[in-house]
């Protein structure tokens, strides 16, 4: 009997260790897999939707249209991101308190914006692909229509430096105007430049080529006396950027991916040709007296080098 207890214990306990054994066996590859990929770490798909706060006020066509460019690329990215939401935060904003709110992250994480702000370029993360391809830098300005023989006579920097131009105070290109020596009447807000054009606080508004258009459809029934220049084309090395919280760099990868998906794939080309090609097409830039401006203040991220990047409306429609 003793035997026979003894066999049964023996047999026991061969079968515990051949099963530990074929456990050990199973497991063992996947643990080496798990530390194979631990050294090549691959992107998660977040569980929950990814949020991105912006400043989106009703009724702003420029700002929308750069939006635009921030869905699509967000939109290009979801199989390997996941979904997104956007919180939109509608109460306008100077553009000081709106660096200052995609800097602290509160109340939006996501701006789009030109480089020439120290505080943004050092305290948020740039996404470098201009979604304008550098046509911020292209200027052509609001005038009163009264000015526009005056305007005429413009033919160089030295004109220019006799007549005054409107910025608002806090835009990144005031320093671009003060470098070279262009006289400058500033305002605190945005919306104060109109009505001090019309009443000749100075004699040039200049705007952005994707911009002007659409402010003046926006303003011209308030300011009937504006137009649109028809001379003068002022450019200097700018651009819009999208920015993104430091405490959101999954944010930022993604929106990177997706512009530079967008390029690749025609979608950017297409998108931009779409929203801009024939508001820039007839202010026909290439028959205007075309004036330079130097801007040192370009960061050294801006991806100057990267030429398929950036257009020149001006000798794009001219052959060679």
């Known amino acids: 009997m003793r035997s026979d207890w003894k066999a049964g214990l023996r047999a ?7 099963t530990v054994v074929a ?8 643990i080496g897999s798990a530390r194979a990929q631990a050294g090549t770490p691959t992107l998660a798909t977040p569980a929950a939707p990814m949020h991105i ?8 066509v420029v700002r929308e249209r750069r939006w635009d460019f921030l869905i699509a690329a967000l939109d290009h990215t979801t199989p390997r991101y996941g979904p997104y939401v ?17 800097i602290n992250g509160r109340l939006i994480n996501v701006i789009a914006s030109d480089p020439g702000h120290p505080d943004l370029n050092a305290q948020a993360i740039p996404i470098a692909i201009p979604i304008d391809k550098g046509l911020l830098g292209y200027r052509v300005s609001l005038i009163r229509r009264d000015q526009q023989a005056r305007i005429n006579e413009v033919n160089d920097i030295q004109g220019l430096r006799l007549l005054n131009v409107g910025q608002g105070q806090d835009w990144g290109d005031v320093p671009v105007y003060q470098f070279n020596k262009i006289p400058l009447v500033t305002a605190s807000h945005y919306d104060q430049l109109f009505p001090m054009l019309v009443h000749r606080r100075f004699n040039l508004f200049p705007r952005g080529v994707l911009e002007i258009t659409p402010e003046l459809i926006s303003f011209r029934a308030q300011y009937p006396e504006m137009a649109i220049d028809t001379h003068l084309l002022i450019r200097y090395f700018y651009a819009q950027f999208f920015y993104v919280n430091k405490a959101d760099p999954l944010v930022a990868r993604r929106i990177k991916d997706g512009l530079e998906a967008m390029r690749k794939d025609g979608s950017f080309d297409a998108l931009f040709q779409r929203n801009f090609g024939q508001a820039v097409a007839d202010l026909h830039l290439d028959r205007r007296v075309l004036i330079e401006l130097t801007n040192p203040f370009v960061p050294p991220w801006v991806p100057v080098e990267r030429k398929e990047l950036w257009l020149d409306p001006v000798t794009a429609g001219k052959p060679g």
Do not use: N
Not at 12 to 18: C, D, E, G, T
Not at 24 to 30: I, Q, S
Not at 90 to 98: A, K
């Open 23 to 30: 456990s050990l066996v199973t497991t063992l590859p996947t």
């Open 86 to 102: 956007i919180d939109a935060y509608p109460e306008p904003m100077s553009t000081q308190r709106e660096i200052e709110e995609v």
């Open 12 to 18: 026991l306990a061969r079968a515990i260790l051949m």
């Open 53 to 60: 706060r912006i400043l989106r006020v009703h009724d702003e």
